[in-house]
């Protein structure tokens, strides 16, 4: 899967930048720093590669550099609070093969192999990691480093984390084709709760509806429709666990064309009904 190359800055010339996150995200982008963020205010969707889940609150996730990722924020009334989350960002370089090849480093190595396919950890890792975090923000120089290694330790120690992409997910790098994608992705997202048929995406990707089923399925690891379900069950959850709004109305909401449609989609990817769904958090 390909997106938009973003560049990151290192303002004070380190390999480690620290920052809290206070845009809306929702852009679909990749860079080849490592990255790890703390989600400690909002929830919504968020896509690694080919994986798409909801997230909440403290929410912490690991990712390899050139994967492709972005979040979408679910907005009460329109507005996110500021400072919602931490991000990082760190070279492989600054840790250097040397230094990864000592053998107290294995289970660090470990982790930055585990994060090509991106890396999700408990509520209880990122509440450890949430000080640790807001330290490497405000500091500089080694206590900056101190406090990597710190959320390193935890990370490395966690218990209950979980692989996000799929086992077979392959990164497609291709610059060329990354405004084709981004506009592909970008107009899923505006629009998932209107019918949207493969002709009308291949259209924008400007390929043939065949060819781009293929290269969609092959890169994303789902075909397109599948990937549009998953969106909108996604969207579905939300609202299902954070509104009153009744069931047909979700599923007009979110782009299902009826009822019916709606239950047998969220079965297959929830394996469960809406309402029973929605029971879970009553």
């Not at 303002?11 to 790890?36: K, M, N, R, V």
């Not at 330290?135 to 390193?152: I, Y």
């Amino acid at each position: 899967m390909v997106a938009e190359l973003e560049s990151i800055s290192y303002d004070d010339g380190g390999g480690f930048q620290a920052s809290y996150i206070c845009d809306s995200g929702g852009i679909w982008h990749f860079h080849p720093e490592y990255e790890l963020v703390l989600n400690m205010k909002t929830n919504g969707t968020r896509i690694i590669g080919d994986s798409v889940e909801l997230f909440d609150q403290y929410d912490m996730i690991l990712i390899a550099g050139n994967i492709p990722h972005c979040w979408n924020y679910y907005k009460h009334d329109n507005i996110l609070p500021e400072k919602h989350g931490i991000m990082v960002h760190f070279k492989a370089s600054s840790l250097g093969d040397a230094f990864l090849g000592q053998y107290e480093m294995s289970c660090v190595k470990e982790l930055l192999s585990d994060a090509e396919r991106g890396i999700a950890f408990s509520v209880d890792d990122a509440r450890k990691a949430e000080k640790h975090l807001i330290q490497m923000v405000n500091n500089k120089g080694l206590d900056k480093v101190l406090g990597f290694f710190n959320v390193l330790n935890i990370l490395c120690k966690s218990e209950k984390k979980a692989l996000l992409c799929s086992e077979n997910y392959k990164l497609a790098f291709d610059e060329k084709g990354n405004k084709k994608m981004t506009d592909v992705y970008t107009y899923i997202r505006e629009n998932y709760f209107k019918p949207i048929s493969l002709d009308k995406v291949a259209k924008i990707a400007r390929m043939s509806p065949f060819s781009f089923s293929r290269y969609f399925k092959k890169n994303c690891g789902a075909c397109f429709v599948e990937y549009l379900n998953r969106v909108r069950t996604n969207k579905a959850c939300y609202l299902l666990r954070e509104t009153e709004y009744q069931v047909q109305d979700i599923a007009l909401e979110c782009g299902f064309g009826s009822v019916s449609n709606f239950n047998k989609q969220f079965r297959k990817t929830e394996g469960l009904s809406p309402r029973d769904y929605r029971g879970q958090f009553k």
